[in-house]
């Protein structure tokens, strides 16, 4: 059956956080259901939907932010009663909006994530999970890294408490009380949990991640160990995904799977047989999607998909007229049901904008008496800085609640901006100081009207670190701006994974001094990305890292007094020696430092690196000759140069076939060319970066051979670029 959906939005509360909109039990088959939403307003609003309109059930005063909302209920009961998070706070109220439950939980954090099964309460903070049973503390255990997300397996069905938490370190955490019973490692940060099919399948074991580069995933969760289903892969470069539900909404028998990314995607895949889901259809909204449920909302007998934007609208997906079947009478009344709701919509526009124009005049006559004071409006913002694996790029979203005006991007280290095909902003650079300690980077992005979302894509250069500041400016009166701040670490393309590879040639960096575990870890996370900010528990830690560029990868092992750095390529321990003694330095600690260089280690890098660069420089040359050819016989831009040659010259038989096949190629190798700007001189900058590092490590300065070494890279073979690094000494 073709998936036939329609449109409808109901209405908008304040901003939402994840998983803060849920729907209530029908009270019938195929009966509307109430929608309940908490905002970070702190109000929890309950409406249904009469007559193609939405009525509200009850709404409470503004509070603290809610960062969750779950329904619960006694097991195997409709689960109606509605529970809220709120800084350390947990409340309950009933469907009609009588609050019956404040538990004060005395949690140090705030609650980032919660789950209700019964009378057990599963909460968990930054770092902390805490379960409670009838408010009663009863498990507590404190995580490696930041929990995004909790879920228990369904009691009912595997006879324990089985709680998993979604950690950013890429690991499915699975908890027997206050222990961890098992490790389960996910090919991203998860940031979101459901259980499949609403139950957990058959078993009852089976869980549906999401992770934050947009990896979709099922693991059946044992006793003792996992066994992982499917997964697919994000090979449309979306969005991270933040909800997921099942719904049967082509009323096959089978529910399907509803996911929603951060992107404004919203996805739902079949299961057409037992293997891997299948994408049947998507829906783009205009920003991230927080909450995603499936029900009968907005007439009975007709499923739908309901959303829930970042800015709070409640958006709806129906079936009503996609299964909607009839003669030149129905189609009337459809006709009679869109003007009717047209003519209403057109009121309350008016309606709306007679109460804008009396708020400005308030606002220009108060802002002009002798007792006006200043008042800045206040705006949220959803940021996002993440490193792309893909391109080796770091992405910076930035939405906002009202539509975004300008975008000012500053930056005091090296940094390129990339292409990105979503960004329909216009942008434009300002020349920066010659300081070294000033600008580096100042670009504007002007946005469109009613952008709401802006997406940029940085490649950073390893060694140089510093800070980015994003300066926001929105669509409202009187202009405000909120400026956020990004760091750029000294090994910003490195990258979290699970295990490294033993056999390749690696360096070594020892440290040794009067320092606590707490002072390393804290040098380690002021070096590399995706490293928790709180100290491991524990008297040691290792991670692992692959630079995202290069694929070379290091390994990082410190505790009380002692570090180890090993990696295969000496520039990341060249990096590593320089920061870490300035910033032992800053602190008055004396640092004893040792290293080991593998020479095999450079050959090894290099042959890492040479691939890339043969191709970088492939591409250049192709990009130049179709400059080259464009400036001498072609000004038709968005035509295609070979059809624009052979119109020219009859046909093409006199090019060499290297040549038909460049220009055949022209629109989509101009493209990538864009997309990677200085591509190849961060190639050239890595090379030389090595054979500088290689010598220095031995303590001779061969910057004077740089020029030599350069001059060599230009169309180089693999062989004559090693015998240059080994001959040099």
């Given amino acids: 059956m073709e998936v036939s959906l329609a449109r409808v939005d109901y209405l908008q ?4 956080a994840q998983k803060t909109m849920r729907l209530l039990p029908a009270s019938g088959r195929r009966a509307t259901q109430k929608v309940v939403v908490g905002d970070q307003d702190g109000v929890i609003t309950c409406f249904g939907i009469k007559k193609g309109e939405p009525v509200t059930v009850f709404k409470t005063l503004p509070g603290p932010k809610i960062a969750r909302l779950e329904l619960g209920g006694a097991l195997n009961t409709p689960q109606e009663k509605i529970f809220v998070a709120t800084g350390s706070e947990v409340r309950g109220f009933t469907k009609r909006g009588k609050q019956f439950l404040s538990f004060e939980t005395n949690l140090t954090e705030d609650i980032k994530a919660m789950h209700i099964s019964g009378a057990d309460l599963f909460l968990c903070a930054s770092y902390i999970y805490n379960h ?35 950690c950013q370190d890429r690991v499915l955490r699975v908890l027997q009380g206050s222990d961890l019973l098992h490790e389960i490692e996910v090919p991203g940060p998860p940031t979101v949990l459901a259980l499949n099919n609403g139950d957990g399948g058959n078993s009852g074991e089976e869980i549906v991640y999401g992770t934050s580069d947009g990896k979709l995933g099922l693991i059946q969760i044992t006793g003792s160990a996992s066994v992982p289903k499917w997964e697919i892969e994000n090979e449309k470069k979306r969005g991270g995904i933040l909800c997921i539900d099942s719904f049967d909404i082509l009323r096959d028998g089978v529910k399907e799977l509803l996911v929603g990314r951060d992107d404004g995607v919203l996805e739902i895949y079949s299961f057409e047989s037992a293997d891997d889901p299948v994408l049947r259809y998507d829906y783009v909204l205009s920003e991230s999607i927080s909450s995603i449920q499936g029900g009968c909302v907005g007439k009975d007998g007709y499923d739908e998909v309901l959303a829930c934007t970042y800015s709070g609208w409640l958006t709806g997906l129906t079936t009503e007229l996609g299964y909607r079947e009839g003669g030149a009478g129905e189609e009337l009344k459809l006709s009679q049901e869109m003007q009717s709701k047209i003519s209403s919509l057109r009121n309350e526009v008016e309606h709306l904008q007679m109460k804008v124009l009396g708020e400005r005049e308030k606002y220009q ?15 949220s913002v959803n940021d996002k800085f993440t490193l792309n694996k893909d391109d080796a790029s770091y992405s910076l979203i930035l939405e906002v609640q009202a539509a975004i005006d300008i975008v000012l991007v500053q930056s005091d280290v090296p940094v390129d901006l990339l292409d990105v095909d979503k960004n329909s902003a216009v942008v434009s650079f300002s020349n920066c100081d010659s300081d070294p300690n000033g600008n580096c980077l100042l670009a504007t992005y002007r946005c469109q009207a009613n952008t709401t979302r802006l997406e940029l894509k940085i490649r950073s250069i390893e060694g140089r670190y510093g800070t980015l500041q994003a300066y926001v400016t929105p669509r409202i009166q009187p202009k405000t701006c909120q400026v956020y701040q990004y760091q750029i670490k000294p090994l910003s393309l490195h990258q979290r994974t699970h295990s490294i590879d033993q056999d390749r040639p690696m360096n070594t960096l020892m440290l040794k001094g009067q320092f606590s575990f707490a002072e390393i870890h804290s040098w380690v996370v002021f070096c590399l990305p995706e490293v928790p900010e709180r100290t491991p528990p524990g008297d040691s830690v290792t991670f692992y890292f692959q630079n995202t560029f290069l694929g070379t990868q290091l390994e990082s092992t410190y505790r009380i007094g002692e570090g180890c750095f090993k990696s295969d390529n000496i520039s990341t321990i060249s990096i590593l020696k320089d920061v870490l003694s300035k910033e032992a330095t800053k602190r008055k600690i004396n640092l004893n430092i040792s290293f080991d ?98 010598f220095k490590f031995r303590g001779t300065n061969v910057k004077s051979k740089v020029p030599l070494l350069l001059e060599l890279l230009d169309g180089c073979e693999q062989d004559r670029l090693i015998a240059f690094f080994e001959a040099a000494a």
Avoid: W
């Fill in 365 to 379: 006559q108060s802002s002009q008496s002798s007792s006006a004071v200043s008042s800045v409006p206040a705006f």
């Fill in 132 to 166: 409670y049973c009838d408010c009663k503390d009863k498990h507590y255990y404190l995580s490696r890294d930041k929990i995004n997300d909790v879920l228990c397996l369904p009691v009912d069905k595997v006879n324990c408490i089985t709680p998993v938490l979604a």
């Fill in 13 to 16: 509360v304040g901003v939402t």
């Fill in 597 to 694: 260089i593998n020479e095999e280690s450079v050959r090894h890098t290099l042959k890492l690196i040479h691939p890339k660069l043969e191709y970088q420089q492939l591409l250049a040359k192709k990009v130049h000759l179709i400059d080259a050819l464009r400036g001498m016989h072609f000004n038709y831009p968005g035509d295609s140069l070979l059809e624009e040659l052979q119109v020219q010259e009859g046909n093409v038989d006199f090019l060499v076939p290297e040549y038909r096949s460049i220009l055949k190629e022209a629109d989509q190798l101009l493209e990538e060319y864009k997309k990677q700007p200085a591509h190849l001189e961060r190639l050239y900058g890595m090379i030389t970066d090595l054979f500088i590092d290689k």
